[in-house]
C-alpha cells in the first residue's frame, strides 16, 4: 500500500512534471492549435481537479469543468490545482489512506463497463490520479513530437535524478 511520503512524492512529481511539459509546449506555440493536443491537455487537467473535488466533497460540474479554454488560461487552471492539492495532501495521515471514496462517476463506468465496481481507497485514488496524469501526458509529449517539438524528460526517475526539483511554471 501506499504511505502518505509516497503520496505527496508522488504529487510533487506530477506537478513538476507538468509545468515542464508546459515549457516544452510553450516552446512550440503552434502545438498549441492543434485541437487533438489541447483536448488531451484540458481531459488531463478537467481530471486532476475532478479528484480533488471528489476528495474534498465539493459538487462538481462537468460541463464547467470541461468548458474550453485557451492554451494559456489552461495553464494557468493547471497551476491553480497544485497549492489545493498541496493543502489537501498536506493534511493527510496514513488512517485515512483506507476510508473509502466515494466517486461521483463510479456508477457510469459501471454501467458503460457492464459491471459493478468496487469503491476505492483515498489511497488507491492517490495512486490513479499521478498514474492517470503520467499516461496522459505521454500522449501530450508523443503529439508534440509530431509537431516538431522535444517533449521533455519527465519520467519519476528523471525527477529523483534531477534532485527532486520544485516545478518551475
Do not use: C
Not at 468548458?67 to 493534511?91: S, V
Not at 508523443?142 to 535524478?161: F, K, N, S
Amino acid at each position: 500500500m501506499i504511505n502518505v511520503a509516497l503520496a505527496r512524492d508522488l504529487f510533487r512529481h506530477m506537478q513538476w512534471a507538468d509545468a515542464e511539459m508546459w515549457r516544452a509546449l510553450t516552446a512550440k506555440p503552434e502545438a498549441l492549435e492543434d485541437t487533438k493536443l489541447m483536448k488531451t491537455l484540458l481531459h488531463l487537467h478537467v481530471v486532476q481537479h475532478a479528484f480533488l473535488l471528489m476528495w474534498t466533497g465539493t459538487q462538481s460540474k462537468p460541463d464547467e469543468l470541461y468548458a474550453k479554454r485557451d492554451p494559456e488560461i489552461l495553464r494557468q487552471w493547471a497551476r491553480t490545482y497544485y497549492p489545493e492539492a498541496d493543502t489537501f495532501i498536506a493534511h493527510i495521515d496514513s488512517e485515512a489512506l483506507t476510508d473509502i471514496v466515494v466517486m461521483p462517476w463510479l456508477q457510469h463506468f459501471a454501467e458503460q463497463l457492464g459491471r459493478p465496481l468496487q469503491a476505492p481507497t483515498l489511497a488507491d485514488t492517490l495512486v490513479q490520479l499521478p498514474a492517470h496524469s503520467t499516461y496522459h501526458r505521454g500522449q501530450v509529449n508523443a503529439r508534440l513530437r509530431e509537431l516538431g517539438g522535444e517533449p521533455p524528460l519527465v519520467d519519476y526517475i528523471a525527477w529523483v535524478w534531477f534532485g527532486r526539483p520544485e516545478a518551475g511554471w
